[in-house]
């Protein structure tokens, strides 16, 4: 049996760091969970202490955020060149076909910047999937979109009680209407639950599973493209590229979906956040 040629490390294997091919009777190299552990850049990873790769994307995506906008509103112009238009249109979309459609505009205006920065700052983490050398989607770690949630989740519970009070505001997260007669014990509990401890896990989680999932996909593809080359197995390595590439279209769909749907989202929670209970 021909063993294929990987690091040391698990946690390192790619799939062109191994010789292993169909017919040189070695299994298939599949991905796994190591394909979203990285070594440090700087530190121990056994003192919790230290610098990866998903955490040096996220960072230069904050930088590129801001030099963009920085860059594109510095100096603004009556008659926008094409950085300041693609900015422009970038901030619009997210007002108004966001929070202005979600919260109307006289309620969801102080939330823009907040929202803008949101979506574009889940964009970047999840389109590093698909840059050449990076390729890794930053949100395909759970601790990314969860940090994310709970900073939705304390403007949302801020505005809520701020709003409405402490009473009011309990009735605003337990949905509690009077009409609903000997139910409305049952609803508020339900209600209760749903809203403080479910939304925001899976606010969190919708963001993380999509992105792990689409990455892991592109890995199986891409990694059987290189398995598959070998003998009569060319031409099916040919379909799986197709499917790389097919898949790497999706993935940019997707990743823009994601972002807005978090937002979405997040709009929809201070939406509630702002309704008067009955």
């Not at 690091?7 to 294997?13: G, K």
């Not at 205006?109 to 907040?114: A, G, Q, R």
């Not at 601790?143 to 403007?155: D, G, K, Q, S, T």
Request: aromatic share 16%.
């Amino acid at each position: 049996m021909k063993e294929p040629a990987v690091s040391a490390d698990p946690t390192q294997v790619l799939a062109f760091e191994t010789d292993c091919h169909i017919f040189d009777g070695c299994g298939f190299p599949g991905p796994g969970l190591h394909s979203f552990l990285f070594e440090p850049l700087w530190g121990d990873a056994d003192s919790n202490l230290y610098f990866n790769k998903p955490m040096l994307l996220a960072l230069l995506g904050t930088v590129i955020i801001l030099g963009f906008f920085w860059a594109a509103f510095s100096k603004p112009k009556v008659v926008p060149g094409k950085l300041q238009m693609v900015a422009e249109a970038g901030y619009d979309f997210v007002r108004r076909g966001i929070v202005y459609e979600t919260l109307g505009k006289k309620e969801g205006e102080k939330y823009v910047p907040l929202m803008v920065s949101l979506f574009f700052f889940v964009w970047i983490l999840n389109v590093w999937s698909i840059i050449p050398i990076a390729q890794f989607p930053v949100t395909s770690i759970i601790a990314f979109p969860m940090v994310l949630a709970v900073l939705v989740y304390i403007v949302w519970m801020s505005v809520t009680f701020k709003r409405h009070g402490f009473v009011g505001g309990l009735k605003n997260l337990t949905g509690y209407d009077k009409t609903l007669g000997g139910v409305l014990p049952l609803i508020m509990v339900i209600e209760f639950f749903s809203n403080v401890l479910v939304r925001p896990f899976t606010h969190a989680v919708r963001l993380f599973a999509n992105m792990f999932a689409g990455h892991t996909l592109l890995l199986l593809f891409t990694i059987a493209s290189w398995y598959l080359l070998n003998g009569i197995g060319i031409a099916y390595a040919g379909v799986s590229f197709v499917m790389v590439i097919v898949m790497t279209a999706f993935e940019l769909f997707i990743q823009a979906v994601q972002a807005y749907v978090f937002v979405l989202l997040a709009c929809s929670f201070i939406q509630g956040a702002l309704a008067e209970h009955h």
